[in-house]
């Protein structure tokens, strides 16, 4: 099958847009379990070069996957929309005629 009408990208990238909206709190990381004896939640993320960590709890634990699950969403969202819009650019720059190219002066010429 071919590629996706324009319409449909337009159409895409706003339902994309709509999803987004929806997502709610998004965190980049991990939800890791830490410990040999004792088991405990902590969330994990490298920053600026620099791994942070934070102690969960069971309490928090299940709220920073459902943020971790959302960053996950919006970068997949994210990737769909980048090419979305570059095929709506690509799409706009061949019905546009193009411009004469200006000359530049050459060094030689001083």
Known sequence: M???????????????QAEIRTLG???RGSVTIMGTRHKQPYF?????????LIYLGEERAETARRYVANYRRLAELVDEAT????????ATAA???RKPATPTPSASGR
């Open 44 to 52: 994990s993320a490298s920053i600026g070069g620099r791994t942070r």
């Open 25 to 27: 709190p998004a965190m």
């Open 95 to 97: 019905r546009q005629p």
């Open 83 to 90: 090419l979305l819009h570059m095929r709506l650019l690509k």
């Open 2 to 16: 071919g590629q996706p009408s324009l319409r449909w990208a337009t159409e895409r990238l706003a339902a994309i």
